[in-house]
T-cell receptor
Framework: DAGVIQSPRHEVTEMGQEVTLRCKPI?????LFWYRQTMMRGLELLIY????????DSGMPEDRFSAKMPNASFSTLKIQPSEPRDSAVYFC???????????FGPGTRLTVL | QKEVEQDPGPLSVPEGAIVSLNCTYS??????FMWYRQYSRKGPELLMY????GNKEDGRFTAQVDKSSKYISLFIRDSQPSDSATYLC????????????FGKGTKLTVNP
């Protein structure tokens, strides 16, 4: 299996621009999670989906952040408008049914200037 | 008190040493315990997965869970320079939220 796939791997943008991060989970996994990682705050859960349905978005920092999962093999995290404090590494993770371990993608390193 | 506490280190050991990494937690509902390894500029990699109390061994790695003390450990025997990474503990309760609660991670360096 290819593992969780994320794109782009690096993104540099200017403040105010829209940013879209993409994730393809592992086939057969029914949960998908979006995280943000910074040195100061560590790994923070933003939102998670079960069978394409958002279950808990309490970690989404502001209305500028939105996430969708239109089908079992694709999810997006969008930031509009982006701000410098959004600079972080964003990870997507998925997990199979009846198992609590999550499998992480390689991450997207976002820099907002 | 944070739900999960993990000493950030850094921890530096010579090659071949036995490494002990630990986390404490406060939520007695936690039943699933994991250790992740994260190399620099990479995603976290699931290393060990245990349910409830006890030990689990996988090669040079041993995970221990002591629920009575709310304390989990990861031991690395015969440590290698390739073990240099940040190790994060993670845990989850049975039922309820599907979230994992992560420690902040311990940075380990194994010196040749």
């Amino acid at each position: 299996d290819a593992g969780v796939i994320q794109s782009p791997r690096h993104e540099v943008t200017e403040m105010g621009q829209e940013v879209t991060l993409r994730c393809k989970p592992i086939s057969g996994h029914d949960y998908l999670f979006w995280y943000r990682q910074t040195m100061m705050r560590g790994l923070e859960l933003l939102i998670y989906f079960n069978n394409n349905v958002p279950i808990d978005d309490s970690g989404m920092p502001e209305d500028r952040f939105s996430a969708k999962m239109p089908n079992a093999s694709f999810s997006t995290l969008k930031i509009q408008p982006s701000e410098p404090r959004d600079s972080a590494v964003y990870f997507c993770a998925s997990r199979p049914p009846q198992y609590r371990g999550q499998y992480f993608g390689p991450g997207t390193r976002l820099t907002v200037l | 008190q944070k739900e999960v506490e993990q000493d950030p280190g850094p921890l530096s050991v010579p090659e071949g040493a036995i490494v002990s990494l630990n986390c404490t937690y406060s939520n007695s509902a936690f039943q699933y315990f994991m250790w992740y390894r994260q190399y620099s500029r990479k995603g976290p990699e699931l290393l060990m997965y245990t349910y409830s109390s006890g030990n689990k061994e996988d090669g040079r790695f041993t995970a221990q869970v002591d629920k009575s003390s709310k304390y989990i450990s990861l031991f690395i025997r015969d440590s290698q320079p390739s073990d240099s990474a940040t190790y994060l503990c993670a845990m989850s309760s049975q039922g309820g939220s599907e979230k994992l609660v992560f420690g902040k991670g311990t940075k380990l360096t194994v010196n040749p």
